[in-house]
């Protein structure tokens, strides 16, 4: 195929798309599908303005030919690479998991402080979901422990590093996390991080389970570098 041909097809599975995702029995222009997407998901948000600019490409493509295998608008290689992106990612978009998948490294309520830190200094470890039992109690991180050491530093300090690492989670701090769905994709997950953001809350990390429940095992954990690294 051609860079037009394979514009339209990727168009065309776009436009597919949005027809299932609003199921409206009447005809939906594509504009129009993509300013009434973007409020509920979060690719269409994300790729909201190239679509509108697509749309108006695609048209130029379909209706503007002046002959069966000529078309005035040729694409330019990199917008049929980025829209058949944008395709891909709206059909068969990655999940947080399998895509956050990765050893957690888990730790007991009663664990002291000198055996985190050991953990960190020995691994590159930095948050740590917290248990009692098997009881989720919270979400501790190598920014936590610097500041809960800071503001306790005038006493012994030996002492200090016998401290059960529960003690750090009891300051009455908001919760540093929130708990999501495997089947969540990593857009979604992106905006969670934003609306956090908005609302000034602290979020050091995701944390997926089966079913975005605490009482669940724990799948993965997801930071916002992780959604910077993605390839």
Do not use: C
């Not at 949005?18 to 009434?36: E, G, I, S, W």
């Not at 002959?67 to 058949?84: L, R």
């Not at 888990?106 to 664990?111: E, G, P, Y």
Request: aromatic residues 8%.
């Amino acid at each position: 195929m051609n860079k037009a041909e394979r514009f339209i097809v990727a168009f065309n599975k776009i436009e597919k798309y949005f027809d299932q995702q609003l199921n409206d029995t009447r005809y939906v222009p594509f504009h129009r599908a993509v300013l009434r997407l973007k409020k509920n998901n979060a690719i269409v948000n994300r790729y909201h303005n190239d679509l509108l600019e697509y749309s108006e490409l695609r048209n130029a493509i379909v209706h503007e030919r002046t002959e069966m295998n000529y078309t005035i608008a040729d694409p330019h290689i990199k917008v049929v690479e980025a829209i058949e992106q944008i395709a891909e990612e709206l059909t068969a978009p990655k999940l947080v998991i399998p895509t956050f998948s990765k050893t957690i490294e888990v730790i007991q309520a009663d664990l002291l402080l000198k055996d985190v830190l050991t953990i960190i200094r020995n691994t590159k470890f930095t948050q740590f979901p917290v248990y009692r039992s098997k009881q989720f109690i919270g979400l501790l991180t190598d920014k936590q422990i610097l500041h809960w050491i800071a503001n306790h530093m005038n006493g012994d300090f030996k002492e200090l590093l016998r401290t059960p690492i529960n003690q750090l989670l009891e300051s009455g701090a908001k919760p540093n996390y929130r708990f999501i769905p495997r089947s969540m994709n990593i857009y979604q997950a992106e905006e969670v991080f934003l609306e956090t953001i908005k609302k000034h809350e602290g979020v050091d990390a995701l944390l997926i389970t089966e079913e975005g429940k605490s009482n669940q095992k724990l799948l993965g954990i997801l930071t916002p570098q992780d959604l910077i690294d993605i390839p």
